[in-house]
């Protein structure tokens, strides 16, 4: 699978990197309390469900 991600072209040229995690990750987890309110989550236009930064909040550090 790696390989044939790689294998994308794009019409500017641009060259396309991937790496492939084996880790398998918890599923389920509660975020610790006051955690939403202390964050700044950004999403993004593309597949926003699962795209998104969650930032610290300068402001409350």
């Known amino acids: 699978m790696k390989e044939l991600i790689e294998k994308t072209t ?6 396309v990197f991937a790496s492939i995690f084996n880790k398998v ?3 389920d987890r509660k975020v610790s309390e006051g955690f939403k309110e ?3 989550i950004e999403l993004y236009q593309h597949l926003w469900q699962w ?3 969650a930032k610290p ?3 409350i550090l």
């Not at 794009?10 to 060259?15: E, H």
């Open 38 to 40: 202390s964050m700044l």
């Open 10 to 15: 794009t019409k500017a040229v641009l060259t």
């Open 51 to 53: 795209n998104y930064v």
């Open 57 to 59: 909040d300068p402001v």
């Open 25 to 27: 990750y918890e599923t």
